[in-house]
């Protein structure tokens, strides 16, 4: 078994890497230079003739009724074309009530808000009104000039009083809301060690770079929609069903997102309000929204209160692990962030209690950002775990390694794959954490004490399915098509190396299609699902080919020639395998492959997992903290493309490092407005916080896989809030038990 | 934004006499503060009135040793001067600890001077505000005042003033010169911004038609020995939590001069 890893310092393969031999090479993405030359067209830079412009206008109460809503001045702006509000927007279906337990489903929509269509408000931020112009600047200038006023009603707004009236979760379709095994209270207070804790977690918003965006243009009831979104087929059946259209009369179109996290996932107001502009006008309608709309419309993650309670014996065996989490959601919408998941897998202890508590709340619905459940989980039991280890006066990594289960602890499924300990090994040993004195305090340089930590990265794996359609041509050019989505992950051109090898043709001659709800039905890309999702039907696709392939080379006496030659011996302009399709029993294949993938699946308990390490710096005096060394050492099955895998591992760990050191959202608890709604006032780390992140991987194929992909992005975030508290405790001695962990807390 | 007129100003007399004659003007030079304002509807001048070609962009040395900087001088070229960086280095490293690059490259000392707080509900339409809206209230106090003020605040306002470049100034007790069509003035970098008390609204002592000429820096020589430290929640682009700009002079263990100016703690630097 080789650490394989990929610096940065050394080029990326071109094009032209040898046949055969494309998966496992640092191909660089194949967008990477349209995209720095500014050739790639974003969401909100399709232009069509007569487009307009619309902004939002957004309630700026948590919980009322909208009495009255003045559009005059708006309309009066010069070029101001229309001012929609539940007054005279157009009526569509009412979307129907969210529940949770149906979260993947249909409803793909953040909130259940009939947005325009009600007068009622749900949170300080919903859009109320659209204003439609000829130029953005008229738009801009009108939106402020609209007038509002509310009845109001009482509101829950502040999570740290409203916790109180959390209620147990029932679970969704992945997660129940209660786990037990044994008497895991009784095993606590029996146990010769234990802690006993309280962990906290603010709310986080995504604010990946590309503001979320929607172009709609209808043609008759034809709707063609640009929109950032990492659901191009949900989203296209979303808004026909809402807009009483035909779902193949919706086209969704998604080519290029500048980031998603998962704050592109859902449907929000933004993609269903620009269709209604559209409708209502009678043109193009552009809707691109500010940073602040961004912050104040679309959902962030939820804050969390979390009980983690760890009962070991004297040398280090578990004997009770409990989780008791609160959450909360909207009154309109969100979902259970599953916060005791890596409770539940990580570690082989005896007695264990892992429980979800929801709280309603009057806020923005809360929605997945990248790893929820998993990236607040792995903070609080990765802490705990650390805390432990120094009240057991054991190594941490050696009380996790004695804890190492055979079979999943919930459920007892065999592991298709985990190599824990190993990534814990390879990784302390390239990353010296041998040199370290394990006392807390005991290292400094000047004004800085230094310290280590270390955790458990963790991401549970979920695959969905694909269809997908290849066609080889007879000029010897290969053409896959799927509706997948490019959120900056180097999707396409992982899925063209995995076709070229498998056809066992050049790279540079295979072409992808995707991001376009006209192209074979491609998964959501969320969960870190995509990349073994698409390979799986792609290898399908590509297999059938090549047999279709072979057998005309039989009879066309071509065999053992390069695979074109046999089209065009025969006269045969292309030949095309699918897998899945667009007919009825396309759909049923469709659905029969997924239940049958997710059923082979759930025998085995998969996930990406690692060991993150770092070393901080905090600065005696003022309690500022810098982070000055990272190493994540990953079991992420065989990877595809070194160079984007070690991209999305590196940029996993900043999204971990922002939520560590900086990132909260400032809901003002007298009102419920969200005031971190620009980036000057939400903290995403700065590239001067971030320290060389050196990021490795076992490169062990995971044989239930298609190719060993595990497939990863989030698991680089798990695991690094408490690799950095666990190493602030050792620089100072102060344990910080809510995130982020700013100066003020060190001091 | 609301619409506006744009003129540029070919000398400086145009410039005065055109705010002096009408309404609702401002002066735009870099615009990193201000074209924010106007976005956010805080700001709304009829007219702006580009400056920039002005000829205050110089930094020269008088006879008795003071150092003249023109208005216009970018904040990143002020940081780089050698004059500056010898003499008074906590202005330098003040400036370079402020802003990003490409914010340094366009903003102006004169600019730098004025720009306003950035409270997050000065900035906030739906937030109650006495500085942008006169009387309507403060929702900072009670509310996320991590950034705020501490020192010259009042009932009405608490907002911080966020300029690096400005503490150091009064640390070097720089002075500030004005003209408008009725003569030129000289006002003490320290008496330039006002506490807020029950005007929160006017932050300096300029007049509506005073325009920032230049700022001069008198000889300090303590000031060859100083710094500036700025403490925040982040490597960098971020405003002080606290900062502090620090002269001084030690002799034989003994500390014969010493200066100090602080910064993100007080409603003016």
């Given at each position: 078994m080789t650490t394989r890893t990929w610096t940065g310092s050394e080029p990326g393969a071109d094009a032209s890497v040898p046949v055969g031999r494309a998966v496992g090479q640092p191909v660089d993405r194949r967008d990477g230079h349209a995209k720095v030359t500014g050739a790639v067209?974003?969401?909100?830079?399709?232009?069509?003739?007569?487009?307009?412009?619309?902004?939002?206008?957004?309630?700026?109460?948590?919980?009322?009724?909208?009495?009255?809503?003045?559009?005059?001045?708006?309309?009066?702006?010069?070029?101001?074309?229309?001012?929609?509000?539940?007054?005279?927007?157009?009526?569509?279906?009412?979307?129907?009530?969210?529940?949770?337990?149906?979260?993947?489903?249909?409803?793909?929509?953040?909130?259940?808000?009939?947005?325009?269509?009600?007068?009622?408000?749900?949170?300080?931020?919903?859009?109320?009104?659209?204003?439609?112009?000829?130029?953005?600047?008229?738009?801009?200038?009108?939106?402020?000039?609209?007038?509002?006023?509310?009845?109001?009603?009482?509101?829950?707004?502040?999570?740290?009083?409203?916790?109180?009236?959390?209620?147990?979760?029932?679970?969704?379709?992945?997660?129940?809301?209660?786990?037990?095994?044994?008497?895991?209270?009784?095993?606590?207070?029996?146990?010769?060690?234990?802690?006993?804790?309280?962990?906290?977690?603010?709310?986080?918003?995504?604010?990946?770079i590309?503001?979320?965006?929607?172009?709609?243009?209808?043609?008759?009831?034809?709707?063609?929609?640009?929109?950032?979104?990492q659901?191009?087929?949900?989203?296209?059946?979303?808004?026909?069903?809402?807009?009483?259209?035909?779902?193949?009369?919706?086209?969704?179109?998604a080519e290029f997102l500048g980031g998603g996290f998962?704050?592109?996932?859902?449907?929000?107001?933004?993609?269903?309000?620009?269709?209604?502009?559209?409708?209502?006008?009678?043109?193009?309608?552009?809707?691109?929204?500010?940073?602040?709309?961004?912050?104040?419309?679309?959902?962030?993650?939820?804050?969390?209160?979390?009980?983690?309670?760890?009962?070991?014996?004297?040398?280090?065996?578990?004997?009770?692990?409990?989780?008791?989490?609160?959450?909360?959601?909207?009154?309109?919408?969100?979902?259970?962030?599953?916060?005791?998941?890596?409770?539940?897998?990580?570690?082989?202890?005896?007695?264990?209690?892992?429980?979800?508590?929801?709280?309603?709340?009057?806020?923005?619905?809360?929605?997945?950002?990248r790893?929820?459940?998993?990236?607040?989980?792995?903070?609080?039991?990765?802490?705990?775990?650390?805390?432990?280890?120094?009240?057991?006066?054991?190594?941490?990594?050696?009380?996790?390694?004695?804890?190492?289960?055979?079979?999943?602890?919930?459920?007892?499924?065999?592991?298709s794959q985990r190599m824990?300990?190993e990534a814990?090994?390879r990784g302390?040993e390239r990353f010296?954490?041998?040199?370290?004195?394990?006392?807390?305090?005991?290292?400094?340089?000047?004004?800085?004490?230094?310290?280590?930590?270390?955790?458990?990265a963790?991401h549970?794996v979920l695959r969905l399915v694909a269809d997908v359609k290849v066609r080889l041509s007879d000029d010897g050019s290969v053409l896959v098509q799927c509706g997948f989505h490019e959120m900056g992950m180097g999707a396409a051109t992982v899925q063209a190396q995995i076709a070229a090898d498998a056809l066992g043709i050049a790279y540079e001659k295979v072409h992808v299609e995707y991001g376009d709800?006209?192209l074979p039905?491609g998964p959501?890309a969320g969960n870190s699902n995509q990349t073994a999702t698409v390979a799986t039907s792609v290898l399908a696709a590509c297999a059938e080919l090549t047999r279709k392939v072979s057998?005309?080379a039989?009879?066309?006496?071509?065999?053992g020639q390069e695979p074109a030659a046999a089209l065009?011996?025969?006269?045969?302009?292309f030949l095309d395998a699918s897998v899945?399709?667009?007919?009825?029993?396309?759909?049923?294949?469709?659905?029969?492959?997924?239940?049958?993938t997710?059923?082979?699946?759930?025998?085995?308990?998969k996930a990406a997992r690692g060991a993150q390490?770092?070393?901080?710096?905090?600065?005696?005096?003022?309690?500022?903290?810098?982070?000055?060394?990272w190493l994540g050492m990953f079991d992420v099955g065989h990877i595809i493309n070194p160079k984007t895998a070690a991209s999305q591992l590196r940029g996993a760990v900043v999204t971990?490092?922002?939520?560590?050191?900086?990132?909260?959202?400032?809901?003002?608890?007298?009102?419920?407005?969200?005031?971190?709604?620009?980036?000057?006032?939400?903290?995403?780390?700065?590239?001067?916080?971030i320290?060389p992140i050196d990021v490795a991987w076992l490169d062990e194929p995971d044989k239930t896989m298609p190719l060993g992909i595990i497939g990863l992005g989030e698991v680089g975030t798990t695991?690094?809030?408490?690799?950095?508290?666990?190493?602030?405790?050792?620089?100072?001695?102060?344990?910080?038990?809510?995130?982020?962990?700013?100066?003020?807390?060190?001091? | 934004?609301?619409?506006?007129?744009?003129?540029?100003?070919?000398?400086?007399?145009?410039?005065?006499?055109?705010?002096?004659?009408?309404?609702?003007?401002?002066?735009?030079?870099?615009?990193?503060?201000?074209?924010?304002?106007?976005?956010?509807?805080?700001?709304?001048?009829?007219?702006?009135?580009?400056?920039?070609?002005?000829?205050?962009?110089?930094?020269?040395?008088?006879?008795?040793?003071?150092?003249?900087?023109?208005?216009?001088?970018?904040?990143?070229?002020?940081?780089?001067?050698?004059?500056?960086?010898?003499?008074?280095?906590?202005?330098?490293?003040?400036?370079?600890?402020?802003?990003?690059?490409?914010?340094?490259?366009?903003?102006?000392?004169?600019?730098?001077?004025?720009?306003?707080?950035?409270?997050?509900?000065?900035?906030?339409?739906?937030?109650?505000?006495?500085?942008?809206?006169?009387?309507?209230?403060?929702?900072?106090?009670?509310?996320?005042?991590?950034?705020?003020?501490?020192?010259?605040?009042?009932?009405?306002?608490?907002?911080?003033?966020?300029?690096?470049?400005?503490?150091?100034?009064?640390?070097?007790?720089?002075?500030?010169?004005?003209?408008?069509?009725?003569?030129?003035?000289?006002?003490?970098?320290?008496?330039?911004?006002?506490?807020?008390?029950?005007?929160?609204?006017?932050?300096?002592?300029?007049?509506?038609?005073?325009?920032?000429?230049?700022?001069?820096?008198?000889?300090?020589?303590?000031?060859?020995?100083?710094?500036?430290?700025?403490?925040?929640?982040?490597?960098?682009?971020?405003?002080?939590?606290?900062?502090?700009?620090?002269?001084?002079?030690?002799?034989?263990?003994?500390?014969?001069?010493?200066?100090?100016?602080?910064?993100?703690?007080?409603?003016?630097?």
């Amino acid at each position: 078994m080789t650490t394989r890893t990929w610096t940065g310092s050394e080029p990326g393969a071109d094009a032209s890497v040898p046949v055969g031999r494309a998966v496992g090479q640092p191909v660089d993405r194949r967008d990477g230079h349209a995209k720095v030359t500014g050739a790639v067209r974003f969401s909100a830079e399709h232009h069509y003739p007569n487009l307009t412009y619309a902004k939002l206008v957004h309630a700026t109460v948590a919980r009322g009724t909208i009495t009255g809503i003045d559009t005059a001045a708006a309309a009066a702006v010069p070029g101001v074309v229309a001012v929609l509000t539940h007054l005279n927007a157009p009526r569509i279906k009412p979307p129907r009530k969210i529940n949770i337990v149906r979260n993947l489903g249909p409803d793909v929509s953040g909130t259940d808000v009939d947005y325009l269509n009600t007068d009622q408000v749900f949170w300080d931020g919903q859009p109320i009104a659209v204003v439609i112009a000829e130029t953005s600047a008229a738009a801009n200038e009108a939106a402020p000039l609209v007038e509002v006023t509310y009845d109001l009603l009482p509101a829950r707004v502040d999570f740290a009083v409203e916790q109180k009236n959390a209620t147990p979760a029932k679970g969704d379709l992945t997660f129940s809301g209660v786990k037990k095994k044994g008497d895991a209270e009784a095993a606590l207070a029996a146990a010769e060690v234990s802690v006993d804790l309280r962990y906290t977690t603010p709310g986080l918003q995504h604010n990946a770079i590309e503001p979320h965006a929607t172009v709609a243009v209808w043609d008759g009831d034809h709707l063609t929609v640009h929109d950032t979104t990492q659901s191009i087929h949900q989203t296209s059946h979303y808004l026909a069903w809402r807009f009483g259209v035909p779902a193949s009369h919706v086209r969704v179109r998604a080519e290029f997102l500048g980031g998603g996290f998962g704050g592109k996932f859902s449907v929000w107001p933004g993609t269903v309000i620009a269709a209604m502009a559209a409708k209502a006008v009678g043109r193009p309608v552009r809707l691109a929204l500010s940073r602040t709309a961004v912050n104040r419309a679309t959902g962030g993650r939820t804050a969390s209160t979390n009980r983690i309670a760890l009962g070991a014996t004297r040398d280090g065996r578990l004997t009770s692990l409990i989780q008791d989490s609160i959450t909360r959601t909207g009154s309109a919408g969100g979902l259970l962030e599953a916060t005791s998941s890596p409770a539940r897998h990580l570690y082989g202890a005896e007695n264990m209690l892992t429980r979800q508590n929801l709280v309603a709340m009057d806020l923005m619905p809360n929605t997945w950002l990248r790893a929820p459940g998993e990236a607040i989980g792995s903070f609080v039991l990765e802490s705990a775990m650390d805390e432990l280890a120094y009240e057991l006066s054991m190594d941490p990594i050696a009380l996790r390694l004695r804890n190492e289960p055979a079979t999943d602890p919930t459920g007892g499924k065999k592991f298709s794959q985990r190599m824990q300990c190993e990534a814990f090994d390879r990784g302390a040993e390239r990353f010296g954490w041998a040199d370290r004195d394990p006392e807390p305090r005991s290292m400094r340089d000047g004004e800085w004490l230094v310290g280590m930590g270390t955790a458990t990265a963790f991401h549970p794996v979920l695959r969905l399915v694909a269809d997908v359609k290849v066609r080889l041509s007879d000029d010897g050019s290969v053409l896959v098509q799927c509706g997948f989505h490019e959120m900056g992950m180097g999707a396409a051109t992982v899925q063209a190396q995995i076709a070229a090898d498998a056809l066992g043709i050049a790279y540079e001659k295979v072409h992808v299609e995707y991001g376009d709800s006209v192209l074979p039905t491609g998964p959501m890309a969320g969960n870190s699902n995509q990349t073994a999702t698409v390979a799986t039907s792609v290898l399908a696709a590509c297999a059938e080919l090549t047999r279709k392939v072979s057998a005309l080379a039989r009879r066309t006496g071509t065999s053992g020639q390069e695979p074109a030659a046999a089209l065009r011996a025969a006269g045969t302009p292309f030949l095309d395998a699918s897998v899945g399709s667009d007919t009825r029993l396309g759909a049923l294949g469709s659905q029969g492959r997924f239940l049958s993938t997710f059923l082979k699946d759930q025998r085995w308990s998969k996930a990406a997992r690692g060991a993150q390490f770092c070393e901080v710096r905090v600065n005696a005096d003022t309690g500022e903290l810098r982070i000055s060394r990272w190493l994540g050492m990953f079991d992420v099955g065989h990877i595809i493309n070194p160079k984007t895998a070690a991209s999305q591992l590196r940029g996993a760990v900043v999204t971990g490092i922002g939520m560590a050191l900086s990132e909260q959202s400032l809901i003002d608890p007298r009102n419920g407005r969200t005031m971190s709604a620009g980036l000057d006032s939400y903290y995403l780390p700065v590239h001067a916080d971030i320290p060389p992140i050196d990021v490795a991987w076992l490169d062990e194929p995971d044989k239930t896989m298609p190719l060993g992909i595990i497939g990863l992005g989030e698991v680089g975030t798990t695991g690094v809030a408490a690799a950095i508290a666990n190493a602030v405790y050792h620089a100072t001695g102060k344990r910080i038990r809510d995130l982020p962990i700013t100066l003020d807390k060190l001091l | 934004m609301k619409s506006f007129s744009y003129l540029s100003a070919p000398d400086t007399v145009t410039a005065l006499r055109t705010i002096a004659d009408s309404e609702n003007v401002k002066f735009l030079a870099g615009g990193t503060n201000l074209v924010d304002l106007m976005r956010e509807g805080i700001e709304e001048p009829a007219t702006l009135v580009d400056i920039t070609r002005l000829p205050l962009t110089g930094i020269e040395e008088l006879p008795d040793g003071t150092l003249r900087v023109g208005a216009l001088v970018s904040n990143s070229r002020l940081a780089a001067d050698p004059l500056i960086r010898t003499r008074y280095p906590v202005l330098a490293k003040a400036i370079l600890l402020g802003a990003s690059a490409q914010l340094r490259n366009m903003a102006t000392v004169g600019g730098n001077l004025l720009q306003r707080t950035r409270c997050m509900y000065f900035y906030d339409e739906a937030s109650a505000c006495n500085k942008r809206v006169p009387g309507s209230g403060c929702d900072a106090i009670g509310g996320f005042s991590r950034g705020s003020a501490v020192l010259g605040t009042s009932e009405h306002c608490i907002a911080a003033h966020p300029s690096d470049m400005a503490v150091a100034l009064v640390l070097l007790d720089a002075v500030v010169e004005v003209e408008s069509v009725r003569g030129i003035r000289r006002v003490p970098v320290a008496d330039f911004h006002r506490l807020p008390g029950d005007t929160p609204h006017i932050e300096t002592v300029l007049a509506p038609d005073e325009l920032i000429t230049a700022v001069e820096l008198p000889p300090v020589p303590v000031a060859a020995h100083s710094r500036y430290r700025k403490v925040r929640d982040r490597a960098s682009y971020a405003f002080a939590l606290v900062s502090v700009a620090a002269a001084l002079a030690v002799k034989d263990g003994v500390v014969t001069d010493i200066r100090l100016a602080l910064g993100g703690v007080a409603t003016k630097p």
